[in-house]
């Protein structure tokens, strides 16, 4: 009987100095035979608890049998488990990158308990990869295409980010017309805006873009719905719709000097960084100055990005936040690969003023210093409460990284949809909002998550838009 192997086989990384000269991915993946190597350490359970972990429910196991069944036939291998994943996810270069799997599918997995879990995300990103370089992609595409059943009902899409992008994605392959209406001049929504490129480069995600556009998707780019059409009109030309605008509209803090230059919410640093290449300057209009001294307040994923792209930018970076470091938030991998590229990190300081300089741009910012209890919160952490000591901290820039909300825009424009008081709509059971035909998912229904829990949303909105479809046909 073969030996169990209980730590996961690494990935290759890049090295740290290179890192930091400029955007280049970190991880750089596993070749056919790591993937191999890792995917031999797989139990092959069944039932599967690592399936009901994927809030897209792919078959886990089986994509991985796939892997190992072929071996000596790389391609044939990476080919089978590709439509696999695909059965369920259309994107999986993207998840596969991006995805917390350590709290998703990789938190059940069996060999976890015995050492480390099967290191599922990396090889769903392998076999993406893979399967892209060799065109292995483009011939299943070319297989599947003619296959699809064309119908005339038409779906409006509104938001181009995973919710929107899964939806029209599962809805192509099921033959309908899928249009989606896009604010931003490019379509991905938070993976183009949010996700700096050394953890989700562009080209990857255009080159899976392409796929919904092979299927038949329709993208219109500088498409502001509210502004550009209304909802109403929408709803005239198309069958049904789906709302996946994402919780795009920073929180920031009531503080004084909370308006000086040099603070930034993370959306619209990260957004100018990796939409609008600010680090690419002259070759892109776009720069952005942020001094010697960053701080980054919060420790989300989100927090991480600003970091490690303002070490990028040749800062020194603080991240300051509230709680201690195990209260962090953010992937286990990104806050590594943080303390790795040169962020300190400062806990238990909660931010209290701005403070600014006599041209208006923000020098330091005043904590006061908090101090955890043992008593518990609902959400299982440690209370924490000021100690009445203060600190202040140099800082050039500032980086407020302490979540987001849902678009005020649409809250205006789209008042007949019921939402709460926060802008969050309401759905039922199927992800219907209060007016038929309407359907939503993704942060727009949740407050901010991950791209995961986004796409998986996308996946039942389509199985509800299908079946909506469906039974207006059988009616008429």
Known sequence: ??????????????????????FMEVNLGYTFELALQEAQRCLQCNPAPCIQGCPVHIDIPGFIKKLRENKEDPKKAVKEALEVIWACNTLPAITGRVCPQEDQCEAPCVMGKVGEPINIGKLERFVADYAREQGIDEELLQEIIPKIEKKKEKVAIIGAGPAGLTCAAELAKDGYQVTIFEALHKPGGVLVYGIPEFRLPNDTIEKELEKLKKLGVEMKTDYIVGRTVTLDELLENYDAVFIGTGAGTPKLPSLPGINLNGIYSANEFLTRVNLMKAYAFPEYDTPIKIGKKVIVIGAGNTAMDAARTARRLGAEVVIAYRRGKEDITARIEEVEHAKEEGVTFEFFLSPMEFIGDENGRVKAVKFMKMKALEERDSKGKRKIVPTGDTTV?????VVIAIGKTTSKLLRMTM????????????????????????????DAIRGE???????????KAAKSIKEYLEKKANNT
Do not use: C, H, S, W
């Open 415 to 442: 008042a007949k949809i019921e939402a709460d008081e926060y802008g969050v709509i309401k759905v039922d059971e199927k992800l219907m909002t209060n007016i038929p035909g309407v359907f939503a998912g993704g």
């Open 449 to 459: 998550a991950t791209v995961i829990l986004a796409m998986g949303d996308g996946r």
């Open 1 to 22: 009987m073969m030996a169990i192997i209980k730590e996961r086989i690494p990935t290759p990384e890049r090295l740290i100095e290179e890192r930091l000269q400029g």
């Open 393 to 397: 901290l140099e800082a050039d820039t």
